[in-house]
């Protein structure tokens, strides 16, 4: 009797918490969405103009207006920035995932994955450290890039990298919940190992990694410090040169 009375005051408490935590949620997000809507209510600016426009001047002095608040120039560096990175780190998340549970589950158990789990707490102004000393100099003299190497690229493999983590750890951990029948009944159909893994482990755990990379994201686009640290100063819309990249 005590051990379910126990059961329940636990499953209430957990209960409670994510109800906390959801009514916490809403409760910011419609502080943000009041806070924010003067911009539209009080200074009369449109939503076209928001999305759209590049230029960004907001101004809270009376009787002058609100200024001009367009977000083009960070939605977009926001967008490539984020894109760019997903495209870098999940193939890179997704091997490092197989390797640790189907490569070799030994050695990427005890090692490999602890050594990646590390990464998780670096602060990211270490990260944004590191890629303006390190990695900005080397697209500067590589590349030849303008604006003494800060750019998108740079912002993109920092962010990279710091996401490459929680990817990888999901992923794993995905693949390692796809039941070892499944594995049998593939070497039973005379699959070789790559076999097995591309067409029966990656589907079936396919959900669980895609969640990996949906988290890996959102860090992505929570991140602001070590990307700013590495991405420039300049505000405009970032420019590719592919002639710039290949000489």
Not at 3 to 29: E, M, N, P, Q, W
Request: glycine share 12%; net charge positive.
């Amino acid at each position: 009797m005590k051990k379910s009375s126990k059961g329940y005051g636990g499953r209430a408490l957990v209960t409670f918490c994510g109800i906390f935590l959801i009514i916490l949620t809403i409760t910011i997000g419609v502080f943000l969405i009041i806070r924010g809507m003067g911009t539209f209510t009080e200074y009369h600016h449109s939503i076209l103009e928001f999305l759209f426009s590049s230029k960004w001047d907001p101004k809270d002095v009376p009787g002058e207006g609100g200024g001009q608040v367009g977000a083009a120039i960070y939605i977009v560096g926001s967008l490539l920035t984020c894109g760019l990175a997903m495209l870098i780190a999940v193939p890179f998340s997704i091997a490092a995932a197989i390797f640790i549970t189907e490569i070799s589950p030994n050695l990427g158990t005890r090692l490999f994955q602890p050594a990646i789990e590390i990464f998780v707490g670096i602060p990211s102004v270490v990260y944004g450290w590191l890629g303006a000393t390190i990695l900005v100099p080397f697209i500067r003299d590589v590349f030849h890039a303008p604006v003494g190497g800060y750019s998108v690229l740079a912002g993109s493999i920092v962010l990279a990298i710091m996401i490459f983590p929680t990817i990888t750890t999901v992923s794993a951990d995905a693949i390692r919940s796809v039941p070892d029948s499944y594995r049998q009944a593939s070497y039973g159909l005379g699959s070789t190992r790559w076999q097995m893994i591309w067409h029966v482990v990656l589907p079936a755990g396919l959900p669980s990694i895609l969640t990996g990379v949906i988290l890996g994201l959102t860090r992505a686009i929570g991140e602001a410090l070590a990307v700013a640290m590495v991405i420039g100063r300049k505000r405009e819309f970032p420019k590719i040169s592919f002639i710039r990249l290949i000489t």
